[in-house]
Nanobody, 120 residues
Framework: QVQLVESGGGLVQAGGSLRLSCAASGSAVSINDMGWYRQAPGKQREMVAVITSSGSVNYADSVKGRFTISRDNAKNTVFLQMNSLKPEDTAVYYC??????????????WGQGTQVTVSS
């Protein structure tokens, strides 16, 4: 059973930093695609950053140059370092693990989410 537990959210002023953590159990972060997504009130969930099993990373345009995704295979944990935060970054942030079921089909697992609030 895959479980993802996020932590590190909170309230921060604009321009500040936060580091989110996602501790995984039931599957290794090193062999799956791992990602961070966010959902603001009244908006759809959107991709923030993804790191693939091969180590490739991809970021939403809105966070490029400010956010960094990384993983610690020994701790089976994925991180999202968020710098230069803006009020528009306010959202619930979710950790995602995508397990490949076949070359073209994957199964998604989600954490419970952690709230990030950026005040102006």
């Amino acid at each position: 059973q895959v479980q993802l537990v996020e932590s590190g959210g909170g309230l921060v002023q604009a321009g500040g930093s936060l580091r989110l953590s996602c501790a995984a159990s039931g599957s290794a972060v090193s062999i799956n695609d791992m990602g961070w997504y966010r959902q603001a009130p009244g908006k759809q969930r959107e991709m923030v950053a993804v790191i693939t099993s091969s180590g490739s990373v991809n970021y939403a345009d809105s966070v490029k140059g400010r956010f960094t995704i990384s993983r610690d295979n020994a701790k089976n944990t994925v991180f999202l370092q968020m710098n230069s935060l803006k009020p528009e970054d306010t959202a619930v942030y979710y950790c995602n693990l995508r397990r490949a079921v076949s070359p073209i089909i994957g199964r998604n697992y989600w954490g419970q989410g952690t709230q990030v609030t950026v005040s102006s």
